[in-house]
């Protein structure tokens, strides 16, 4: 049986934190998943142009035909970061040792897969995109409102906001699980209970009478009369 142990503000954070961006993450998973099967069957209701290829529009596909895949691996690997966010967060919260691990290993792989798919993007898909939104631009005529650099600004703006947020995020949540008040928790926590030792009764020195020290009284025999 494992001691129970104070939980301190710093892991209720991390516990915390770890819920919310498990559940957001889980969350966006399966609302881009549900956003390329609407956007797909949208394309056919009103016969506008080629389905998208997992997500990723079927002009870039063809420029980048690894983009469908390295989309689609994301999309499965987020989900799994995800759900594991979610258990790890909820035993912290229990202050459970192989939670706080599973938080790190979740945590680091979140870091690393939204570096690695960013870097991707940077390198690969948004220079083609930035080309055809040019060729967009080019054959859509002036006006006010450059509506195609608009998009290209905010692709890169949200690129870098998505890669600074996690890192900060994650930063503060691992700085919290490796806190040395968060480790003897769970080290505390880790240890088994001592065992109760069983309180022995002692008679105490009240129980006893001043005159006979508790010795009792002989029997009662039945004879009365002494021998003469």
């Not at 006010?144 to 900060?168: C, R």
């Amino acid at each position: 049986m494992r001691r129970a142990t104070a939980r301190p503000g710093l892991l209720i954070a991390a516990g915390v934190m770890l819920l919310i961006v498990g559940g957001w993450t889980v969350f966006g998973v399966l609302c881009a998943g549900g956003m390329m099967v609407f956007a797909n069957a949208l394309n056919q209701q009103i016969g506008g142009g080629d389905e998208l290829v997992l997500g990723v529009d079927p002009d870039v596909a063809k420029e980048v035909p690894s983009a469908p895949y390295v989309e689609a691996g994301v999309l499965v690997i987020s989900l799994l970061l995800g759900v594991g966010m979610l258990f790890a967060g909820a035993g912290v919260l229990q202050v459970k040792p192989m939670a706080r691990v599973l938080g790190v290993v979740v945590g680091a792989g979140d870091l690393v897969l939204t570096l690695l798919h960013s870097l991707y993007n940077a390198v690969l898909v948004f220079p083609v995109q930035d080309r055809l939104l040019g060729e967009e631009a080019q054959n859509f005529g002036g006006g006010p409102f450059n509506i195609f650099e608009a998009i290209k600004t905010g692709m890169w703006g949200s690129l870098l906001l998505q890669v600074v947020f996690n890192a900060l995020w994650w930063a503060v949540v691992l700085f919290f699980l490796m806190h040395p008040s968060v480790s003897a928790a769970f080290d505390t926590a880790d240890e088994p209970d001592e065992p109760r030792r069983r309180e022995r009764s002692y008679p105490r020195r009240e129980d006893f009478d001043d005159d006979d020290h508790g010795i009792p009284p002989p029997p009662d025999t039945g004879i009365t009369d002494s021998p003469r």
